[in-house]
Nanobody, 126 residues
Framework: QVQLVESGGGLVQAGGSLRLSCAPSGRTFSNYAMGWFRQAPGKEREFVAAISRTGSSTYYADSVKGRFTIARDNANNKVYLQMNSLQLEDTAVYYC???????????????????WGQGTQVTVSS
């Protein structure tokens, strides 16, 4: 069982930045592909970014490409989402997720992920 804990959410003005962190439990973190998803009120959960287990592959949703960066630190069991140039439409609960079966792939489909965190709220104000 893998437990994921997100942190770093908050309130930020449009154009600002935030860095989200996700700290998975377990000693085999480097065997998981990791992803970030988000869900705004009244909307379905959507893919944001993914990173392979070594960090050699990353993948982004078109809506965040060039503004968000996903990274991981396997030595310290952390995955990050650096969010720059935040826009009002980035407001959502952000979730990190772990995928254990194909960790060398980067995947956007939420159903392939095996473990999910509780989420952290990001609110962008005008």
């Amino acid at each position: 069982q893998v437990q994921l804990v997100e942190s770093g959410g908050g309130l930020v003005q449009a154009g600002g930045s935030l860095r989200l962190s996700c700290a998975p439990s377990g000693r085999t973190f480097s065997n998981y592909a990791m992803g970030w998803f988000r869900q705004a009120p009244g909307k379905e959960r959507e893919f944001v970014a993914a990173i392979s287990r070594t960090g050699s592959s990353t993948y982004y949703a078109d809506s965040v490409k060039g503004r968000f960066t996903i990274a991981r630190d396997n030595a310290n069991n952390k995955v990050y989402l650096q969010m720059n140039s935040l826009q009002l439409e980035d407001t959502a609960v952000y979730y990190c997720a772990a995928e254990v079966h194909r960790p060398d792939r980067v995947q956007a489909t939420p159903t392939v992920y095996d473990y999910w965190g509780q989420g952290t709220q990001v609110t962008v104000s005008s």
